[in-house]
């Protein structure tokens, strides 16, 4: 089912229930018996594929670390497959968009931990809050202003932030 999902989606087809089922070879019930929505079956294999296509780089410096991570980022935004995703992210419910930002969150905040621990970021960091600043210029434009997801920021938003928290 999650390999079908992805498929429709890498094509840029908005996935629908009945064809995830036929594609998959299952009935429609077994995918409502697993997720309660199309959105929460999106929802993870975005999870999955984001896993595979956007490893946490550790190159020994949070702030190559950091531009790595942020470019991935950038070019999943600016591919079909990333506007997709950004289309579907403000229609599911409530639960599978706090759990999609929850793993964002928590993967990015990984690196800035690191930093913490070679003694490049400061300890007393509010990680939570400047990997939110990491991460929402991004779905800023990707969602709000509508202004293009350009490569440049991945240094940009890597550098303004880890200035701030620099040891």
């Known amino acids: 089912m ?4 992805l498929a ?4 840029g087809e908005m996935p ?5 089922a036929r594609r998959a070879g299952v009935q429609k019930s077994s995918i409502y018996r697993r997720w309660e929505t199309i959105g929460g079956l999106v929802f ?4 999955m594929k984001a896993r595979l296509t956007m490893p946490l780089p550790d190159t020994g410096s949070c702030q190559d670390d950091l531009r790595t991570y942020l470019a991935s980022m950038v070019a999943f935004h600016r591919s079909d497959f990333g506007r997709l995703v950004t289309r579907l992210i403000v229609d599911v419910p409530e639960a599978v968009r706090r759990e999609f930002w929850r ?3 928590d993967a990015a905040s990984i690196l800035l931990k690191r930093g913490q621990a070679r003694g490049e970021v400061a300890q007393g960091l509010d ?3 400047a990997t939110e600043m990491l991460i929402a210029p991004l779905y800023f434009r990707a969602l709000v202003s509508a202004e293009e997801v350009v490569p440049e920021l991945a240094d940009t938003i890597s550098g303004l932030v880890l200035s701030g928290a620099a040891s």
């Open 16 to 20: 629908r229930v009945e064809e995830v």
């Open 2 to 5: 999650i390999e079908a999902t």
């Open 8 to 11: 429709m989606m890498e094509a």
């Open 103 to 105: 793993a964002r969150l």
């Open 44 to 47: 993870e294999a975005v999870g």
């Open 127 to 129: 990680v939570r809050l």
